[in-house]
């Protein structure tokens, strides 16, 4: 358990709104930051580039902004697994460029169903997963060599994969193509699932709340439950609202965000969650506490490559071709440092599946300001390394404000 999980107990004359301002501040004085920064980090850089361009903010460009943020994130929901237990995987951007190549030959060239190639896609990535965590597990080899070597292995099958041609285009007319770019949500469906998933959250913390207070362990109080689902209905419902105003919620959007909560929900209410976070934060207390720390590790590569591969998917039918830079570029840059950007730590055993969501809204809020305003090339991966030394440089603060905290 991080952290940001551990409640404290309010004051009952205390009104929900005023109890929850005092638990960020005593979070605050302890060094946890929660996702406070980046919130505000994106606030500014919406408002500069709004203020650039005033098309930035429009429904139209924003909807184009979560649609881009399907793939990265989707794979940066796999470097979130990976930062957690303390390793790295820099081979990502490759095993997504595999997976695209998969699904177009499979689906181009050799005429199989679309749902066998898919399939076939996924497991591609968990594949590459399953080899680094046991090569990571029975050889000790430090996970940055092994995905080094691995971003290298893997984009020469990708390469052989695709053959002389390079490139192959995916049938504008097949539904892969549609779900990528043409399929949108209902504008009722969105405020039907927005309800939905905050119904979700404030039943799961109600539970939370009472299984602690039977336990006599901190709880957080219902006023301020019911604070933050309400400001988490009133965020939602808005920006399900303006998007709605241009071609609405995409499907490939709305899948990620269901990636994202599955995910969060399995780090937070599983048994194998739990031992992610303690394999993170110490591996040897871990292994004192009866958790078997090379199925954690073998695991968690396992579904990094796997949603590697699925992001990979998910770039593919946006740009419906698959080619020899597919996965390249900054693929790897984008997907790591949205999870880092998100407030996951690269010390490990801190983060959440949904930092990552955060984080790559950041990532591509950069891109996508950029390419409104079109300065040169190189601004944007000044800027995109600044902001993500910057997130270091927060998260190396925050670890030492806990420190410190822990010792008085």
Same mark, same amino acid.
């Given at each position: 358990?991080?952290?940001?999980?551990?409640?404290?107990?309010?004051?009952?004359?205390?009104?929900?709104?005023?109890?929850?301002?005092?638990?960020?501040?005593?979070?605050?004085?302890? &060094?946890?930051? #929660?996702?406070?920064?980046?919130?505000?980090?994106? +606030?500014?850089?919406?408002?500069?580039?709004?203020?650039?361009?005033?098309?930035?903010?429009?429904?139209?460009?924003?909807?184009?902004?979560?649609?881009?943020?399907?793939?990265? &994130?989707?794979?940066?929901?796999?470097?979130?697994?990976?930062?957690? +237990?303390?390793?790295?995987?820099?081979?990502?951007?490759?095993?997504? #460029?595999?997976?695209?190549?998969?699904?177009?030959?499979?689906?181009?060239?050799?005429?199989?169903?679309?749902?066998?190639?898919?399939?076939?896609?996924?497991?591609?990535?968990?594949?590459?997963?399953?080899?680094?965590?046991?090569?990571?597990?029975?050889?000790?080899?430090?996970?940055?060599?092994?995905?080094?070597?691995?971003?290298?292995?893997?984009?020469?099958?990708?390469?052989?994969?695709? #053959?002389?041609?390079?490139?192959?285009?995916?049938?504008?007319?097949?539904?892969?193509?549609?779900?990528?770019?043409?399929?949108?949500?209902?504008?009722?469906?969105?405020?039907?699932?927005?309800?939905?998933?905050?119904?979700?959250?404030?039943?799961?913390?109600?539970?939370?709340?009472?299984?602690?207070?039977?336990?006599?362990?901190?709880?957080?109080?219902?006023?301020?439950?019911?604070?933050?689902?309400?400001?988490?209905?009133?965020?939602?419902?808005?920006?399900?609202?303006?998007?709605?105003?241009?071609?609405?919620?995409?499907?490939?959007?709305?899948?990620?965000?269901?990636?994202?909560?599955?995910?969060?929900?399995?780090?937070?209410?599983?048994?194998?969650?739990?031992?992610?976070?303690?394999?993170?934060?110490?591996?040897?207390?871990?292994?004192?506490?009866?958790?078997?720390?090379?199925?954690?590790?073998?695991?968690?590569?396992?579904?990094?490559?796997?949603?590697?591969?699925?992001?990979?998917?998910?770039?593919?039918?946006?740009?419906?071709?698959?080619?020899?830079?597919?996965?390249?570029?900054?693929?790897?840059?984008?997907?790591?440092?949205?999870?880092?950007?998100?407030?996951?730590?690269?010390?490990?055993?801190?983060?959440?599946?949904?930092?990552?969501?955060?984080?790559? +809204?950041? +990532?591509?809020?950069?891109?996508?300001?950029?390419?409104?305003?079109?300065?040169?090339?190189?601004?944007?991966?000044?800027?995109?390394?600044?902001?993500?030394?910057?997130?270091?440089?927060?998260?190396?603060?925050?670890?030492?404000?806990?420190?410190?905290?822990?010792?008085?």
């Amino acid at each position: 358990m991080t952290t940001t999980d551990i409640p404290t107990i309010a004051d009952p004359n205390e009104s929900g709104a005023r109890a929850a301002v005092r638990d960020f501040v005593a979070r605050a004085r302890g &060094g946890d930051l #929660g996702s406070a920064p980046v919130v505000a980090g994106l +606030i500014v850089i919406w408002i500069v580039f709004e203020i650039l361009n005033p098309t930035f903010l429009s429904s139209t460009n924003l909807v184009n902004l979560t649609m881009q943020s399907a793939a990265v &994130g989707t794979i940066a929901l796999g470097v979130v697994l990976v930062l957690l +237990i303390g390793e790295i995987d820099l081979s990502v951007g490759s095993v997504s #460029g595999l997976a695209s190549a998969v699904l177009a030959v499979g689906f181009v060239e050799l005429g199989m169903p679309l749902p066998v190639v898919l399939v076939a896609a996924v497991a591609s990535g968990a594949l590459v997963g399953l080899l680094f965590g046991l090569i990571r597990t029975r050889f000790g080899v430090p996970s940055f060599v092994i995905t080094l070597a691995g971003l290298l292995g893997v984009l020469g099958v990708q390469l052989a994969v695709l #053959g002389r041609t390079g490139s192959i285009n995916l049938p504008f007319e097949s539904w892969i193509v549609q779900f990528g770019t043409q399929w949108f949500l209902p504008a009722w469906l969105s405020y039907t699932l927005v309800v939905a998933a905050v119904g979700s959250y404030a039943w799961s913390q109600v539970v939370l709340a009472r299984r602690r207070t039977e336990a006599r362990l901190p709880a957080v109080p219902l006023r301020t439950i019911i604070v933050r689902s309400v400001a988490l209905l009133v965020l939602l419902t808005a920006a399900a609202w303006y998007l709605n105003l241009s071609r609405g919620v995409g499907v490939m959007f709305a899948l990620f965000l269901l990636l994202a909560a599955l995910t969060q929900l399995a780090l937070t209410r599983t048994r194998w969650g739990r031992s992610v976070y303690a394999v993170g934060g110490n591996v040897e207390a871990a292994r004192r506490a009866g958790i078997r720390v090379n199925r954690v590790y073998v695991s968690v590569f396992v579904l990094c490559s796997s949603l590697a591969a699925l992001g990979g998917v998910f770039a593919a039918a946006r740009l419906a071709a698959a080619n020899q830079s597919s996965g390249g570029g900054d693929t790897n840059l984008n997907a790591i440092a949205a999870a880092v950007i998100g407030g996951t730590s690269l010390f490990g055993g801190r983060g959440s599946a949904l930092s990552a969501v955060l984080g790559v +809204i950041v +990532i591509m809020s950069i891109t996508s300001g950029l390419a409104l305003i079109n300065p040169d090339s190189s601004l944007r991966y000044i800027i995109t390394g600044a902001v993500l030394l910057l997130a270091v440089v927060i998260d190396s603060l925050s670890r030492r404000s806990r420190a410190a905290a822990g010792r008085a």
